[in-house]
């Protein structure tokens, strides 16, 4: 009897020399059949990938060029559209911040004294009054009520009120040329600013004219008078403002003082509070004895002196 060879399996048992050789040629088969698979299955991604680029590529080549133009210009318009909008909302911002800083500064108007005067010269040529006319000489030529004096005073009266607003201008002008030069100021302050100036400067003008009628050569020197009357007549209104003042505060320190009744009540009254408050310290002095003097008594003898 010949000897068969045995194979030992992984699970414990033993294969005679041929079912091994079945059971090896079994397995070799199942790995073989996995090793295709796997092969197929890969051939299948690389498939499927080049199937993809493929589709894209296509797909590009199938749009329209004109479609990708659009894109652009679409693209380019709505940059373009956020820069203008931004640069537009800061150009309102800074015209805004103009307004807000200036607020009313060039909104002038003439003082009512304008129209005064050319009620005062409409009744003075209704009495007989010409422009051009010398002033009266001789007796009776100081009369307040005569035209001539009327209608100067009333001139007078215009040029005065008209001083603020001159010096306003004066005093803005230099800042204003120099922000316009220097492109600070806005188009609508600068506007408003000239408009101001012009109105001023045509009525220096017409002022002017008017002295001249009344009076040649007045014009030469109506301004500085004016000039002269108007420091005078701010000297004078700051003098009763401060008189004003120190009469209210003269006349609330008045009001604080008392009367002599009530004086005496406030003394009565502090005498009083002033005997109480002596009343209960000495009160309070007889308490502290009387009660030293019980508690001395209760004391036990040796407490405050040392052991022998």
Known sequence: MSAEEATINPDGTQTMGEDAAADAGADYADAGAGADDADDADAGEEDFGEGAEEAAEEVIKGTDPAIFLLLGFALIAGLWFVSW?????EDEESDSFFTELDGEKFNLKLPDAVDEYYEVKAKCEAAGWEPGQPSPQGPGAQNASG??????????????????IVQHIQKESGGMNKLY???MCSVKQWKAYQAAENMVSAEVDEVRAEADEIEPGWSQVIWRQAMQYHQMLKQRQEAEETARKAMAVQKAAEAKKLTPEEEAKKKEEAAEKAAKELLHAEEREKDGKKAFKDGSSSMKKGFLAGKK
Not at 85 to 89: A, G, I, Q, R, V
Not at 147 to 164: E, G
């Open 85 to 89: 909008y931004k640069k537009k909302k």
């Open 147 to 164: 035209p001539h004096r009327m209608l100067a005073q009333a001139l007078m009266k215009r040029c005065i009120a008209d001083i603020p």
């Open 181 to 183: 030069s220097q492109s």
